[in-house]
Every structure is written in structure tokens, then in C-alpha cells.
């Protein structure tokens, strides 16, 4: 059935947009969210990978799959915070030009040049984050502090993004996803305890808000991502994943009551279209990696 991967990608772009909202309906210290996202995610998925032939990474490639798990864990100790502290809209938005900071990297780690057609989509980006930042300055430094998280937590995500290509082709995906999402919570709760952060919510809702974004935008979502790149072109999935700020945006004012501000819709209609360039020359140039 043909329409089968559109409509996984649909409902994968669905759920991934309530992460943000999820989020920030927790009533937990912001890292904690984080931690119990992942936390329950792994202990959700490891039965099943374990069930299904085990867990344990390739050999010679424990390394690699530390890294990657810490570097989700960081991915999302940055940009989860990042939304108690500037608006929703811009949060989702600046952590979404991961994709740009993994075509910086692919020079020195994948061996792809940048092109100067990537030049362009590079400008478009940093006018829309720049216009954003301009305009959460004029709000408050907290706001720009939340920016810079959400930017540390992409360019963390580019990290993980990296590293994880190879071991995605080595690994049937239910392992690479308990092994890396075990590592991330480890990573968490880690940071959770050193930097002495209450580690849980004051309330009952708020567990079945941390529940929600362990089934809803982790393991749902990013599972039926991955699987919909098994069968589209990567630069349809890449477009389509161009909705989850829109997305997230509208769950944020519709259960936050938390409009955009005047200022991101310029500055995300540049990172968006900066964003859509690039996948649209990947669609022309198909060798790229």
C-alpha cells in the first residue's frame, strides 16, 4: 500500500510537535523533564529490543554508541530548559536548523564539501536567527539565553545526528534506538544530580504529561520518522519535518495560550525557507550525503 509511508510521516510529524507543549505542561524542574522523558522512553523500548535478539551495540562500536547517547542526552538537556525560557515558537524553531550545523560538520566527519549553493541557505538561516534574537533582546536576556540553548541543543543534535548514520546501518533500529535512548537518560540523570535539580514533579498530572512525551513525540514519533525514511526519498521527509514548528506553535497557543511573538514570524519564515532550500538542492543533487 503506497500511501502507508505518507501516512506514517503524517502522524511522525503530529506527534513530534507535542514535545515542546508536553514540555512545558510538566510542572518539574525544566532538566528533569528531560531526564524522565528519556528514562521512561528507554524503559519502554529495552524490553522490546531485548526481546527481540538484545541490546548490545556491535563490536567496536561501544564508543560510538556512548557518544551518540550522550550526545541526544545533551540535545535535549539544552533545548527542554530552553523552553521555560523564550517563547515556544522560537525554541522549536532555532533547534530545528540542526540539519544546517550537520552540513557544517560533513566536511571533516562525512566527507561531504560545502557547496557555495550552501552558502545561501546559510544566510537565509542566520538572518532569521539573528532577527529572532534581535527581537527576544528587545524582550529580555532570558529570552536570549533561551535562544542560545535551543542553538546549543541543535548544534547537539547535529552531533548525534553524525555519529548515529553509520550505526543506524549496523543496527536493526529497536536496539540502536534502546541502546542510544539508555545512554541519554543515563546522561540526564547524571546532570540531574550533580547540578542538585529536583528530579520530580510536584503533581500527578505532570506524570502523565512526562508519560505523554516518552509514547507521544519519542518513541511514536521519532519511531515512525525513522521508519518513513526507510521508504521516501529523505528530502520529502525532510519538507514534511518543516511542519513541526508550525505545529508546535499552535499546540502552544491553543493549550498554552502562548501566541508567537511579532518578531519570530520573520525571523522563522527566513530559517524555514533557509531550511527548505537545502533539502529541496538535496532532491536536485540525490549523490549528496
Wanted: aromatic share 8%; proline share 7%; hydrophobic share 60%.
Amino acid at each position: 500500500m503506497r500511501w502507508l509511508p505518507a501516512a506514517g510521516l503524517a502522524v511522525a510529524v503530529v506527534a513530534v510537535s507535542f514535545g515542546a507543549p508536553l514540555a512545558r505542561l510538566t510542572n518539574a524542574a525544566p532538566l528533569a523533564v528531560a531526564a524522565w522523558r528519556m528514562v521512561l522512553a528507554a524503559a519502554l523500548i529495552v524490553p522490546f529490543a531485548w526481546a527481540r535478539g538484545g541490546i548490545a551495540p556491535p563490536t567496536g562500536r561501544r564508543g560510538a554508541v556512548a557518544l551518540a547517547g550522550v550526545l541526544l542526552g545533551l540535545h535535549f538537556g539544552l533545548w527542554i530548559p530552553s523552553l521555560w525560557l523564550t517563547s515556544v515558537s522560537a525554541s522549536v524553531l532555532l533547534v530545528e536548523t540542526a540539519p544546517l550545523w550537520v552540513l557544517l560538520a560533513s566536511p571533516r566527519f562525512l566527507g561531504v564539501p560545502i557547496r557555495p549553493r550552501n552558502l545561501v541557505s546559510f544566510a537565509l538561516a542566520i538572518a532569521g536567527v539573528a532577527v529572532i534574537a534581535r527581537g527576544d533582546l528587545e524582550l529580555s536576556l532570558r529570552a536570549v539565553l533561551g535562544d542560545l540553548l535551543a542553538l546549543g541543543g541543535a548544534a547537539a543534535c547535529a552531533g548525534y545526528l553524525v555519529v548515529g548514520k553509520r550505526l543506524r546501518g549496523e543496527m536493526p533500529l529497536e536496539r540502536y534506538l534502546a541502546v542510544v535512548y539508555g545512554g541519554a537518560a543515563l546522561t540526564l540523570v547524571v546532570a540531574v544530580a550533580v547540578l542538585r535539580v529536583p528530579p520530580m514533579p510536584v503533581d500527578a498530572a505532570s506524570w502523565l504529561c512526562l508519560l505523554g512525551l516518552a509514547v507521544v513525540p519519542t518513541l511514536t514519533g521519532h519511531s515512525l520518522l525513522n521508519w518513513a525514511l526507510a521508504h521516501l526519498e529523505a528530502y520529502r521527509v525532510n519538507l514534511v519535518m518543516l511542519l513541526e514548528p508550525i505545529l508546535a506553535t499552535l499546540w502552544a497557543w491553543l493549550f498554552l495560550a502562548q501566541a508567537p511573538p511579532a518578531h519570530v514570524l520573520p525571523g522563522g519564515a527566513l530559517v524555514l525557507a533557509a531550511l527548505a532550500l537545502e533539502f529541496l538542492w538535496e532532491r536536485v543533487a540525490p549523490t549528496r550525503s
